[in-house]
């Protein structure tokens, strides 16, 4: 897994290059939920967030996703950020490009499908959305199957779908994040 605090991922050497070049950059580095906590989706997820005016989807192309993948959600919070704020880092907000790599490269897709984009480019290193347009269905195994897997091992599977949620989102965290590092 990567994240911007491991050396692979230091924005350094392409600000570096970038001033060699003449060409300066502001590299800009954000965190956001990753794994079951930002990208957990389920026919009950999708109950509970359309109740909560959002919709579900690994990755989707409706407004909604916006709201109810919380990792996009978190990168979608920190481009309106960057839109608000560059400037006064000595940028323009009309010069924003976006990579990722992998997953990365994923969300990157996702946010250029999504129809209001905050960014003038993107850059995808290998890596898209599963279906290439649009979220995995619901049914997919890996999809709902994470979702049964958590709800089995928390002995929810006799509740209805909100009490599957709602049991799910009353599990300690740190439990939670042992049982997902152990389900892989």
């Known amino acids: 897994m990567g994240g911007n605090s491991k050396a692979f991922y230091n924005g350094c050497n392409l600000v570096e290059h970038s001033l060699k070049w003449n060409e300066p950059i502001i590299y800009v580095a954000v965190n956001y939920r990753v794994g079951f906590f930002g990208f957990l989706a389920s026919k009950e997820l999708a109950k509970d967030n359309a109740s909560h005016g959002g919709g579900v989807g690994n990755y989707g192309i409706h407004p909604s996703w916006l709201h109810s993948r919380l990792g996009i959600h978190d990168q979608r919070l920190a481009l309106e950020w960057v839109q608000k704020n560059i400037q006064y880092f000595g940028g323009d907000p ?91």
């Open 94 to 184: 009309s010069q924003v490009t976006i990579f990722g790599e992998s997953a990365g490269s994923a969300s990157v897709h996702a946010h250029i499908v999504a129809g209001k984009p905050l960014f003038t480019s993107g850059i995808m290193q290998s890596g898209v959305l599963a279906e290439c347009l649009g979220p995995m269905p619901l049914d997919n195994f890996r999809v709902q199957g994470d979702f049964d897997r958590l709800v089995e091992r928390y002995g929810l599977q006799d509740k209805d779908d909100q009490g599957k949620v709602d049991g799910l989102r009353a599990v300690p965290m740190d439990e939670l994040i042992n049982a997902v590092a152990e389900m892989g």
